[in-house]
């Protein structure tokens, strides 16, 4: 399935909105989209699901990151001294967001949207004032605690002086959406209960996963993947274990590599295809210094193109994040392609994987490793949960239908305000 979407290009917005019953959508991403991880996917199969309705759909994001063909995608100014796509917090986002905020509002007055849908909290803080001046609603898609990222990517101290009042603004901008948006029930109970945001204002939509375009390996030609696999130098007779996403600390890379050497130790002829960036030099080395060069396999960043090609090579996979705050969408992708899963015993994972997923009895490297070795002993409980989660990816997390759900958010928010908000 090519990874394009029917467009009518920037050039067909100037018409009015309503012609051809759709409505013009400003979508507010502050990170370099398109980068093929995590929110990233959230925002683009959201916005295919909305075009593929008919809406009209402008993204405004940073000068980084990689254009996909079909989307009306708008950059921030570029700044030629920073051209690095930006992961989590640092401070080179401070003039990125400046620079967006001028783009977003360029953007409003030559799009005129019908509903502002920003993502992430820079995304609202910059949408919150563009609403108020146009009078059109604003949807927050709330992909995790702001402090709480801090804290996971060791930006921020929970004992720093910064921490209280970075809550705080949190919170206030938490307020200033018409709806929030979350992507798990985990993410819903987090506003409610840490922050006082009144549940009816919000919206659970879950992470979804496209499984047409995610596909068992049993779906691809046997020779292109024995060719993928022997390009990547994973040696023959081995079960290979795979992980695409974030590298990093928080998304438990560094507990994954003890759990690989767990396994090795133990004679397991088993293989660690890791995919995903950043720093996957640095933990490559750090799998030589362990004694695992034999046994694991960085591609870096794969395409968000190939990543189910690379997903089926795999006969089990595996999600270590630590983080219970963030979404978990590889998942997603892990069940459509019918892959058996092993993660933590998060409230996200249990959401997405159900009664089907393989949980570490404890969030550490014997844990983990034991949660893998059951799988890898286990052949038929292999087949039996791979089926089970494809089946489960196929029948509740549909992008179509999530789609769908969001056009009723749209028109909720916008019912809410005066039919003579002006333009």
């Given at each position: 399935?090519?990874?394009?979407?029917q467009s009518p290009g920037a050039a067909g917005f100037a018409g009015d909105t309503h012609a051809n019953g759709g409505r013009r959508i400003l979508k507010i991403a502050p990170t370099s989209f398109f980068a093929d991880y995590g929110c990233h996917v959230r925002i683009l199969e959201e916005t295919r699901a909305l075009m593929r309705s008919g809406q009209q759909v402008a993204i405004c994001t940073y000068h980084t990151g990689r254009d996909l063909p079909g989307l009306d995608v708008r950059r921030a100014m570029n700044t030629p001294w920073q051209r690095t796509v930006q992961v989590g917090s640092n401070l080179h986002k401070l003039y990125y967001d400046a620079?967006?905020?001028?783009?977003?509002?360029?953007?409003?007055?030559?799009?005129?949207?019908?509903?502002?849908?920003?993502?992430?909290?820079?995304?609202?803080?910059?949408?919150?004032?563009?609403?108020?001046?146009?009078?059109?609603?604003?949807?927050?898609?709330?992909?995790?605690?702001?402090?709480?990222?801090?804290?996971?990517?060791?930006?921020?101290?929970?004992?720093?002086?910064?921490?209280?009042?970075?809550?705080?603004?949190?919170?206030?901008?938490?307020?200033?959406?018409?709806?929030?948006?979350?992507?798990?029930?985990?993410?819903?109970?987090?506003?409610?209960?840490?922050?006082?945001?009144?549940?009816?204002?919000?919206?659970?939509?879950?992470?979804?996963?496209?499984?047409?375009?995610?596909?068992?390996?049993?779906?691809?030609?046997?020779?292109?993947?024995?060719?993928?696999?022997?390009?990547?130098?994973?040696?023959?007779?081995?079960?290979?274990?795979?992980?695409?996403?974030?590298?990093?600390?928080?998304?438990?890379?560094?507990?994954?590599?003890?759990?690989?050497?767990?396994?090795?130790?133990?004679?397991?002829?088993?293989?660690?295809?890791?995919?995903?960036?950043?720093?996957?030099?640095?933990?490559?080395?750090?799998?030589?210094?362990?004694?695992?060069?034999?046994?694991?396999?960085?591609?870096?960043?794969?395409?968000?193109?190939?990543?189910?090609?690379?997903?089926?090579?795999?006969?089990?996979?595996?999600?270590?994040?630590?983080?219970?705050?963030?979404?978990?969408?590889?998942?997603?992708?892990?069940?459509?392609?019918?892959?058996?899963?092993?993660?933590?015993?998060?409230?996200?994972?249990?959401?997405?994987?159900?009664?089907?997923?393989?949980?570490?009895?404890?969030?550490?490297?014997?844990?983990?490793?034991?949660?893998?070795?059951?799988?890898?002993?286990?052949?038929?409980?292999?087949?039996?949960?791979?089926?089970?989660?494809?089946?489960?990816?196929?029948?509740?997390?549909?992008?179509?239908?999530?789609?769908?759900?969001?056009?009723?958010?749209?028109?909720?928010?916008?019912?809410?305000?005066?039919?003579?908000?002006?333009?």
């Amino acid at each position: 399935m090519a990874l394009t979407s029917q467009s009518p290009g920037a050039a067909g917005f100037a018409g009015d909105t309503h012609a051809n019953g759709g409505r013009r959508i400003l979508k507010i991403a502050p990170t370099s989209f398109f980068a093929d991880y995590g929110c990233h996917v959230r925002i683009l199969e959201e916005t295919r699901a909305l075009m593929r309705s008919g809406q009209q759909v402008a993204i405004c994001t940073y000068h980084t990151g990689r254009d996909l063909p079909g989307l009306d995608v708008r950059r921030a100014m570029n700044t030629p001294w920073q051209r690095t796509v930006q992961v989590g917090s640092n401070l080179h986002k401070l003039y990125y967001d400046a620079l967006l905020t001028l783009k977003s509002a360029q953007a409003a007055r030559q799009f005129r949207p019908d509903v502002i849908h920003a993502h992430l909290h820079e995304g609202a803080l910059i949408g919150y004032p563009l609403s108020r001046v146009l009078g059109v609603p604003l949807l927050f898609d709330f992909q995790g605690s702001l402090t709480s990222e801090m804290v996971d990517h060791g930006f921020l101290s929970r004992r720093s002086l910064l921490y209280r009042p970075l809550r705080r603004l949190e919170r206030v901008i938490d307020f200033m959406a018409d709806r929030i948006l979350t992507s798990s029930r985990n993410a819903t109970d987090l506003l409610v209960q840490e922050f006082g945001y009144p549940e009816r204002r919000i919206v659970t939509l879950t992470d979804s996963v496209d499984t047409e375009f995610f596909i068992p390996a049993g779906r691809f030609v046997p020779e292109v993947l024995e060719q993928r696999r022997r390009s990547l130098g994973i040696p023959e007779g081995r079960s290979i274990v795979v992980y695409l996403g974030l590298l990093a600390g928080y998304q438990g890379t560094g507990l994954l590599l003890e759990a690989a050497a767990r396994l090795i130790a133990e004679g397991r002829p088993v293989h660690f295809l890791i995919m995903g960036f950043p720093g996957e030099d640095d933990y490559r080395r750090q799998a030589e210094q362990m004694g695992l060069a034999g046994h694991t396999t960085f591609t870096g960043r794969i395409l968000y193109e190939e990543a189910p090609l690379h997903l089926a090579l795999g006969d089990i996979a595996v999600s270590p994040k630590l983080s219970e705050t963030e979404g978990n969408g590889k998942l997603l992708n892990y069940m459509a392609v019918g892959l058996p899963t092993v993660a933590l015993n998060t409230p996200v994972a249990n959401e997405l994987l159900g009664p089907h997923g393989e949980y570490a009895s404890s969030p550490d490297a014997e844990g983990l490793a034991a949660a893998l070795a059951r799988i890898l002993d286990d052949g038929p409980l292999r087949a039996a949960r791979g089926s089970q989660l494809r089946q489960r990816a196929a029948e509740q997390f549909s992008w179509d239908a999530a789609g769908q759900r969001l056009l009723m958010v749209y028109d909720e928010i916008a019912a809410e305000r005066s039919p003579s908000r002006p333009r």
